[in-house]
């Protein structure tokens, strides 16, 4: 499963235990529920977010007025057909809506979401510049890259986890293979011939391919892009063979037929998937 937050610059006084104020929210776009319960659920979800913002504020002398100009939304993937990009986008328009005022995306891709991650770590502490932080960024990054440039603990505030999703193991209509049994015993016929691609090194995609080769007992090749959208693009050309990734970013090629569904994480079948087994 992949979490998905959004965090702000950690303002001067503010205390490291907001997690612990704000009551997260999972996703439900993926469960299956009837409509209109996804929409109360995403009503609870923007409200939290924005009682969050609000104790982001607590130490800032404008919170009365906040928000009295644009906020800036930093999503840390490129623009395109990354989940990241579809999530975040989806958030800045109910945020607008709520906060009555312009977020303006801002697409900052690179090094597994760590360049768009600084960014917000070094603006000014005054949550006109927020982030959509991710496990690769917050968690993987810092402990695999000897200098990222900023400390996530330390120079970011969580506001809100507004989002769970599943993985999927998707491949090329070319690959002969069915399913995630016949996948691995195709990968132990040719080994270091299929290549797996993800949206950058030390992304949480790609460690999931690397866990995902060593419980398998394979030998694929890992193939980094800067960003899911380049690596969609390239599978569905058919220039690699597979991809582990979360279901937004190849849900609309798997429903045309561009690209197969193998198997999903979770403990049970996708309700846009309920044929690929977990």
């Known amino acids: 499963m992949c979490y998905r937050?959004?965090?702000?610059?950690?303002?001067?006084?503010?205390?490291?235990?907001?997690?612990?104020?704000?009551?997260?929210?999972?996703?439900?776009?993926?469960?299956?529920?009837?409509?209109?319960?996804?929409?109360?659920?995403?009503?609870?979800?923007?409200?939290?977010?924005?009682?969050?913002?609000?104790?982001?504020?607590?130490?800032?002398?404008?919170?009365?007025?906040?928000?009295?100009?644009?906020?800036?939304?930093?999503?840390?993937?490129?623009?395109?057909?990354?989940?990241?990009?579809?999530?975040?986008?989806?958030?800045?328009?109910?945020?607008?809506?709520?906060?009555?005022?312009?977020?303006?995306?801002?697409?900052?891709?690179?090094?597994?979401?760590?360049?768009?991650?600084?960014?917000?770590?070094?603006?000014?502490?005054?949550?006109?510049?927020?982030?959509?932080?991710?496990?690769?960024?917050?968690?993987?990054?810092?402990?695999?890259?000897?200098?990222?440039?900023?400390?996530?603990?330390?120079d970011l505030a969580p506001v809100a986890q507004f989002c769970v999703v599943p993985y999927v193991v998707v491949a090329h209509p070319s690959v002969p293979a069915k399913n995630l049994k016949e996948l691995i015993a195709l990968a132990k016929s040719r080994p270091g011939t299929l290549n797996v691609a993800s949206a950058g090194t030390g992304s949480t995609p790609h460690l999931a391919s690397e866990l995902f080769k060593s419980r398998a007992g394979i030998d694929i090749v890992h193939v980094p892009y800067k960003g899911a959208a380049a690596a969609v693009l390239d599978l569905i050309a058919g220039r690699i063979q597979m991809m582990i990734d979360v279901v937004q970013t190849p849900l609309a090629h798997i429903q045309s037929g561009k690209l197969k569904a193998l198997g999903t994480t979770g403990t049970q079948r996708i309700a846009l998937l309920p044929d690929v087994p977990t």
């Open 5 to 154: 937050n959004l965090c702000a610059t950690r303002p001067w006084g503010l205390t490291p235990h907001l997690p612990q104020i704000i009551r997260h929210e999972h996703c439900r776009a993926w469960d299956g529920k009837i409509s209109q319960q996804r929409a109360r659920t995403h009503s609870t979800m923007i409200r939290r977010i924005f009682c969050g913002l609000m104790f982001a504020l607590a130490n800032v002398a404008v919170a009365d007025s906040y928000p009295s100009k644009p906020i800036r939304f930093v999503l840390p993937v490129s623009a395109g057909a990354s989940s990241n990009d579809i999530l975040g986008r989806g958030l800045a328009q109910r945020l607008s809506e709520r906060l009555g005022q312009q977020i303006v995306v801002d697409n900052r891709p690179g090094v597994s979401g760590s360049i768009g991650s600084k960014i917000v770590a070094m603006s000014e502490p005054d949550v006109y510049t927020i982030l959509l932080a991710y496990t690769s960024a917050q968690a993987i990054s810092p402990n695999i890259y000897k200098n990222i440039g900023y400390d996530p603990i330390r």
